[in-house]
């Protein structure tokens, strides 16, 4: 992978390739100022103002060429308009004519993202953005690392990252920051957190359950809690997943790479607030002492739970670790998970929905979702729909019957084992991109981060 410090430089005037921007509304103003040999390199390379749409503009010499690209709104650039720029042009250096990148940046960085560990690309060099706005820079690198982090989790195979290995990125990242690593497994996870363990018990020894929590920031700042499903592959149990359901279930621990990369960029802002992160991690493996379809499991919390299908494991481990997160009283309690396939039934891959007990906060994350080019979408908490989760034998069931209402359905599970008067968002995120974008790479990708980040900011930031 790419360098990304090496990628973005401030401007003092060196020698850069320029990057001329138009958008429909401005190209034919800009095109009629071109002198003729411009417009006859456009013509042949076919260049229109279409999406991501780019040309090459010879100079006096071989070396002074510059670079046309078509965006949205040349006024209001988003985070993606330079990533297809960043992923096809040649290694140099490079800054916009006339404006600054801004929040382009980001695509710049992610644009030159490569996941490299069972492979080696034969890639160019660094592409380096110039931008007269240097303070910009730190935070789209820590904002862009994090993304990385995301993918990289997400992308490496589970024969690669079970339990053990993702406790070990979760140590390295909090050591960098000066955190405390608390482990839970054992006998201590099956007293503690049997939900957590039960689910993860037929996994063998080398890739059993744990809780990872890491705990960072001075007590005297807000506490915020941060939680991430970490199934590191989840086979569905005994309620086994299909071939094809099951082929990408190594991205089952998408929520808990989330978690990790939003605590990451909360520990190196250095934004103060005493941060909780709570991974629960487990393989949801098909064994001898797999847990079964009718088990009823004792939460952390007191609550019994029915198991109506061992494919619903993420809100059992989920639940005793929102358990464990709010017996510390969060002001703030964020989930990610990669919890339902209803969720994309209803919203697709690109659009996460939001789950909050608390209209304030649903609101800051929406607005959020949209300033970053990032975007959530808010679902009910459906009271009506608590009905679906009555059991005939215990508090609740893990999983209502039918195909109604799925994604809402867990969100109310979860939902039991958060106080009310501790403002909560979950949300259900794919962590998988299944087609390339510019910037984005089919593969392992974050959603939702980077508003969830903004509002963090907005209401922590000193």
Known sequence: MTDFKACLAPDRGQPAHAIHLVDPSSHDDWLKQQPARHRAMLT???????????????????????????????????PWCLARLAETLPEGTYRLAGQEPGPAMLGWLLGQYRFERYRKEDGVGARVLLTGEPQRIDATLREAAATVRVRDLVNTGAGDLGPAELEAAVGAVGQAHGARLTVTQGRELERGYPMIHTVGRAATAQRGPRLIELDWGRDDHSRVAIVGKGVCFDTGGLDIKTSGAMRLMKKDMGGAAHALALAQMVMAARLPVRLHLLIPAVENAVGSDAFRPGDVLRSRKGLTVENTNTDAEGRLILADALTRAVEEKPALLLDFATLTGAARVALGPDLPPLFANDDALAAELTDA?????????????????????????????????????????AALFLRRFVPADIAWAHMDV??????????????????????????????YSA
């Open 369 to 409: 979702g949209s300033a970053e080019a990032d975007p959530l979408w808010r679902m009910p908490l459906w009271d009506a729909y608590d009905d679906m989760l009555k059991s005939d034998v215990a508090d609740m069931v893990n999983a209502a019957e039918g195909p109604f209402a799925g994604a809402i359905t």
């Open 44 to 78: 042949a390379q076919r260049f229109r103002p279409t999406p991501f749409a780019s040309a090459i503009l010879p100079g006096e010499d071989a070396e002074s060429w510059s670079v046309v690209s078509s965006v949205a709104n040349v006024a209001a650039l988003s």
């Open 430 to 459: 794919f962590a998988w991109r299944p087609a390339a974008k510019p910037g984005r790479p089919k593969g392992g990708d974050a959603y939702g981060l980077r508003a969830a980040w903004r509002v963090l900011q907005n209401r």
